[in-house]
């Protein structure tokens, strides 16, 4: 076929003959397809012709007789064709009016966005909240993957319980009894993709028993709020002091449920007291309150064994969350949620609408990854590397930036650091670490600011960076301050 033959099909001169040229020669591959898929082929190649721009509105195509001559095929593959695509609006055609392309298609916008939260163009990326994801046990998980998928029920691989495999709610019982001290009945255990949707869960079951507000710590993750919002509901910042949420402002507030963290709070680092935890239920049980306790670190502790979960010391009251996301990785989008009896039916029911259960065959690798021993052994390993990186980072501050007071237990994946005032304002400091290409996320952007303090705060996370790279990126942090990249 040549050029010639393309001109005497599609017509001739100017930007339309090059648009349908184009879209000529995308046909040329279905036109050479095995002659049983030929017809579809010719198909999709008509609409993504179309879909793509080649092919714009208004533009009119060969008859099926010219167009199945230069094609070398049937004029039954290209009028079957025709039909096809004017059925799906793709094109229209009128007796003796010939075939054209409907107005009613939008070309397609480019390929795939990436919307995933990274911080792109970067040199070194301080923000809390990932793991060194080069840790995860690839090879391990491969393994585990083969044999499970190899022996798995073909009735497994149906629609599976909302609430989660039965063998991955045993196992998940069985490690958060053990680790956690959680009271974990595999019967009140809902597996979910990752706390977000535990939260969200939680969120829509609150609303339908009449509450608007849901109480939050105040510094705290601003993705509570975001998450409780996507609920219908709004939330109520609360103080804390030292030694965790301050009940007297969560009593004066009249909510009836509030998230906390209370192993390893975020972002202040701090652990409640035993004083603090013991009124925090007491306010439950007095108000018929709910607390909603979001571990989202707890095995991650370094100069001791890990206080217990509070939901071991009444699960009536505490709703339990937790997930793979800081041990394993996020992209798992593996988590579980623990709430009161009360509750079980109302979040099984709200699950299955939601997307009737996570992935079979990932919970079943979880489930058999945890039962060999697997995930305690990537904890230790994680745990290792995360206390050094720790220590670089404590060091590197207080040799940079003297006077850094660094603040909260030696535990999880980030810590609080508190420049002195000479480093600031805060504003110039975080606008030369981003002219140095240095992703940081300051305190404040956690909740509420004391207006007397004038010190830069910075939530620093270090578990995903080398240490070489912990200490060259406070380095150039301190290089960035003084003017110099």
């Not at 502790?301 to 709703?319: F, I, T």
């Not at 600031?424 to 940081?440: D, V």
Request: hydrophobic share 40%.
């Amino acid at each position: 076929m040549t050029s010639s033959g393309t001109s005497s099909v599609f017509g001739s001169g100017g930007g339309a003959q090059e648009s349908v040229s184009a879209a000529w020669e995308l046909l040329l591959p279905a036109a050479s397809a095995p002659a049983r898929g030929r017809g579809r082929a010719l198909q999709s190649a008509l609409r993504e012709a179309v879909r793509s721009g080649r092919l714009v509105p208004g533009t009119r195509l060969p008859s099926s007789r010219a167009l199945a001559a230069d094609l070398g095929v049937s004029r039954g593959l290209v009028t079957e064709a025709y039909e096809q695509l004017t059925a799906e609006s793709y094109l229209r055609s009128g007796r003796g009016a010939g075939t054209w392309v409907s107005g009613s298609v939008r070309p397609a916008a480019g390929g795939a966005r990436d919307l995933s939260p990274r911080a792109r163009g970067t040199r070194i990326d301080f923000r809390p909240g990932t793991p060194d994801l080069s840790l995860f046990p690839r090879s391990a998980w491969a393994a585990t993957y083969r044999s499970v998928l190899g022996r798995l029920p073909h009735s497994a691989l149906g629609y599976p319980d909302p609430r989660g495999l039965p063998e991955l709610r045993d196992a998940l019982a069985a490690l958060l009894t053990r680790r956690r001290g959680v009271v974990a009945d595999p019967e009140r255990l809902l597996v979910c993709s990752g706390v977000a949707q535990a939260t969200t869960l939680l969120g829509s079951v609150l609303r339908d028993r009449g509450l608007r507000t849901v109480g939050v710590e105040d510094p705290g993750s601003p993705e509570h709020a975001s998450l409780f919002a996507s609920a219908g509901l709004a939330t109520a910042p609360l103080p804390l002091d030292d030694e965790g949420l301050d009940v007297g402002p969560l009593v004066r507030s009249g909510v009836r449920a509030v998230v906390t963290t209370p192993a390893h709070q975020f972002p202040t680092g701090i652990a409640y007291s035993a004083a603090r935890r013991s009124r925090l239920l007491d306010w439950a049980r007095e108000s018929d309150g709910l607390i909603v306790e979001d571990d989202y670190d707890g095995d991650f502790r370094y100069d001791r064994a890990p206080v217990g979960a509070l939901q071991g010391l009444d699960p009536e009251h505490v709703a339990y969350t937790g997930s793979v996301s800081k041990s394993l990785a996020p992209g798992l989008r593996l988590g579980w949620l623990l709430a009161p009896a009360s509750m079980t039916d109302e979040l099984t029911h709200r699950k299955r609408t939601m997307d009737l259960g996570n992935p079979a065959v990932d919970q079943a690798v979880l489930a058999d990854f945890i039962a060999r021993g697997g995930y305690d052994r990537q904890l230790r390993r994680c745990q290792r590397a995360y206390r050094e990186r720790r220590d670089v980072l404590t060091a590197a501050l207080a040799e940079h930036f003297p006077g850094t007071e660094v603040s909260g237990i030696a535990a999880g994946l980030h810590i609080i650091a508190r420049l002195p005032e000479r480093y600031g304002p805060e504003a110039e400091f975080l606008a030369r670490a981003e002219e140095a290409r240095i992703a940081l996320r300051p305190l404040s952007d956690c909740g509420t600011r004391r207006t007397d303090d004038e010190s830069v705060g910075l939530v620093l996370g270090y578990a995903h960076l080398s240490p070489v790279d912990i200490a060259h990126g406070v380095q150039r942090l301190a290089a960035a301050r003084r003017g110099r990249r």
